[in-house]
């Protein structure tokens, strides 16, 4: 029914939450904020990302962002160096070894959405993802 359509929406995203990041943990001991921070990363190579922007894209605090840079760090996935305009502010740079777990992630990701999806006609998924954005819209207005 209708008025169940914001709980079965919950549970359906913490299913898909729970599994991909059951998937980004076995496969690189990374939470699935982290592969999609690190994939962002890898797919702006050479363009100067700071901390705030990571934080402004997700949506996340400082605080979070900062322990999740900091484990991916420790990790050897990014390098953090200080900007040479504002001593302040850390340029996030995606390493060679953060590159292959990423491509490694994509793959496993990608045989994930395939399970998802199943046998879903690919008009009805993107009939579905349109009236999600229509949904969230509809919120945020």
């Not at 994939?39 to 402004?56: A, F, S």
């Not at 605080?63 to 840079?69: P, V, W, Y």
């Not at 395939?114 to 009939?127: A, N, T, V, W």
Request: hydrophobic fraction near 35%.
């Amino acid at each position: 029914m209708i008025e169940n359509l914001g709980l079965e929406v919950r549970v359906l995203s913490n299913l898909i939450y729970n599994r991909l990041n059951q998937t980004t943990m076995e496969t690189e001991n990374l939470t699935i904020h982290q592969c999609w921070i690190l994939q962002h990363l890898t797919q702006n190579v050479g363009k100067e990302i700071y901390q705030k922007d990571i934080e402004q894209l997700f949506s996340i605090k400082r605080s979070t962002a900062n322990q999740m840079l900091r484990t991916m760090e420790t990790r050897g996935f990014i390098r953090r160096t200080v900007s040479d305009d504002d001593a302040r502010r850390n340029i996030l740079t995606v390493t060679e070894e953060g590159i292959t777990a990423c491509e490694h992630l994509v793959k496993k990701l990608y045989q994930f959405m395939l399970k998802l999806y199943g046998d879903i006609p690919k008009s009805e998924l993107e009939q579905f993802q349109g009236t999600l954005r229509k949904l969230w819209h509809n919120i945020e207005s």
